[in-house]
């Protein structure tokens, strides 16, 4: 413990002598209303991608009430006020035996385990199906979703606040609820929060707020055994290390995104290199700029006419009319930023 609670000072010591590195400038393209609840409320957005782009839908959790659904202009869709709902995540096509639906999913503090939602691609309805509380996790905190690309099955990982355990589960359906079956657990140390998953690659991201960022393989029959890519140094990340979104390119290529919460910007590391890209920071513009995000989501998918490359949600601790929001930034913008810093280079 003398040994752990060395290095966190060290650590901060360090942040606090090291200027960050200079962030790329983007702007906010598209925000929300401020969620209800008040203080620190929202927390971690998911994007759904539609059949007809324009139609995708963006998740929003409010961590004091449920989760908001909001359209692509940033208009609300749906509000289920259904608990302290964290991070949440989406997935595609979760067979249920007599249809097909797309699923939702978030770490549920109300209920101690995960809450569940269905998404009707032909219709758009979100629907809260229940709530599954787990064992041997005192707070969940961090959520991400993963789909195996060698038998497609789907997995949860949870995270318990502290000390940052991740625990993998195998979902399923019984006819009447989603089931959940713990199927390993990896413990950092201290306080985890943001993860997420590669579909394509089979690895897991999993950020410790004053630490850094860590990877391991996201199947469960993988080694638990995670390998530290980055550090909150206060040059690349300053504490906390908080919300993780992937942008891909290609088979195995793209970048991983962090949110650096302490310094409000965005640290990008190479998917292939886990070397460090750039560094991004939403600045005050016709919609007013991001201070202190929690957690953050990409697509690249066509999202309309307004987002044909993609977006970028992150959340916004500070909105300029109070409270907090979800700010919606275009992928060009954040693809011209990426790429102007290798040049750069």
């Given amino acids: 413990m003398k040994h752990l609670l060395g290095l966190l000072v060290g650590a901060s010591a360090l942040a606090a002598c090291s200027p960050g590195l200079p962030p790329m400038e983007i702007e906010a393209a598209r925000e929300t209303a401020s ?13 759904w991608v539609a059949d007809n782009p324009a ?48 699923i939702a999913a978030a770490s549920d503090r109300s209920n101690g385990g995960i809450a569940f939602f269905f998404i009707d691609p032909s219709t758009r309805d979100v629907s809260h199906v229940g709530a599954v509380t787990v064992a041997d996790v005192t707070e969940p905190y961090g959520f991400c979703l993963y789909r195996s690309p060698l038998d497609q099955a789907l997995y949860a990982f949870l995270s318990d606040k502290e000390p940052g355990t991740f625990v993998q589960y195998a979902l399923g359906w019984d006819g009447a609820m989603v089931t959940t079956q713990e199927v390993r657990r990896v413990t950092l140390g201290t306080i ?19 630490v ?57 590391y ?24 929690d ?34 930034v275009d992928l060009r913008s954040v693809m011209a930023a990426i790429e102007a810093s290798a040049t750069a280079d």
């Avoid at 985890?192 to 004053?210: F, H, I, K, Q, S």
């Avoid at 980055?230 to 390119?249: H, K, M, N």
């Avoid at 292939?272 to 201070?291: M, N, P, Y």
């Fill in 295 to 328: 957690g953050l989501d990409i697509s690249t998918a066509n999202l309309g006419p307004d987002f044909p490359a993609g977006v970028l949600v992150v959340q916004d601790d500070e909105n300029d009319t109070g409270g907090q929001n979800f700010k919606f």
């Fill in 270 to 293: 190479d998917l292939e290199s886990h070397a460090f890209v750039t560094r991004l920071q939403i600045v005050d513009a016709a919609i007013d700029g991001v201070t202190h995000t």
């Fill in 35 to 47: 969620v209800a609840g008040t203080g620190d409320a929202a927390d971690d957005p998911a994007v």
């Fill in 212 to 268: 850094g960022v860590w990877t391991m393989g996201a199947e469960p029959t993988d080694p638990a055994e995670p390998q530290q890519i980055a550090s909150t140094d206060g040059r690349e990340i300053t504490a906390d290390a908080e919300g993780a979104a992937l942008l891909p390119q290609g088979e195995t290529g793209g970048w991983l995104v962090v949110s650096s919460q302490g310094d409000n910007t965005y640290a990008v």
């Fill in 55 to 102: 139609d995708s839908l963006i998740f929003g959790t409010d961590k004091d009430n449920g989760v908001y659904v909001y359209t692509m202009t940033g208009e609300e869709h749906a509000y289920l006020p259904e608990g302290r709902l964290n991070n949440v995540d989406v997935r595609y096509g979760f067979d249920l035996g007599d249809r097909v639906v797309d």
């Fill in 192 to 210: 985890a929060e943001g993860c997420v998953a590669d579909d394509r690659t089979g690895l897991l991201y999993m950020n410790e707020e004053n």
